[in-house]
């Protein structure tokens, strides 16, 4: 059982920028693969981002490669998204999520969520 807690979110810019954070408890957060996913109001659950157990691997959803950056730290159980050149469409509450198997970019396998952190770019 893996419990996640995000935070880091805000009120930005456009061409702003935030660095989201997710602490993890339990002492398996580092055999599990964690996730960042987003919902805009109105729409569905949205893929942002994984990184594989080990840190080797990332992955990004075309929208925000080259702007977001995923990264871990198992010595303190937090994965983090840094957040560059933020534009209006990337208002969303944003989501942690985790899995010890791998789970590719469909929200639905994912087995652990946290509450969410609300992120609004705007002028």
């Known amino acids: 059982q893996v419990q996640l807690v995000e935070s880091g979110g805000g009120l930005v810019q456009p061409g702003g920028s935030l660095r989201l954070s997710c602490v993890g408890s339990?002492?398996?957060?580092?055999?599990?693969?964690m996730g960042w996913f987003r919902q805009a109001p109105g729409k569905g659950r949205e893929f942002v981002a994984r990184?594989?157990?080990?840190?080797?691997?990332?992955y990004y959803a075309d929208s925000v490669k080259d702007r977001f950056t995923i990264s871990r730290d198992d010595a303190k159980n937090t994965v983090y998204m840094q957040m560059n050149s933020l534009n209006l469409e990337d208002t969303a509450v944003y989501y942690c999520?985790?899995?010890?198997?791998?789970?590719?970019?469909?929200?639905?396998?994912?087995?652990?969520w946290g509450q969410g952190t609300q992120v609004t770019v705007s002028s």
């Open positions: 339990g002492r398996t957060f580092s055999t599990h693969h």
């Open positions: 999520a985790a899995n010890s198997v791998y789970s590719g970019t469909d929200y639905s396998r994912w087995a652990y």
């Open positions: 990184i594989k157990w080990s840190g080797s691997s990332t």
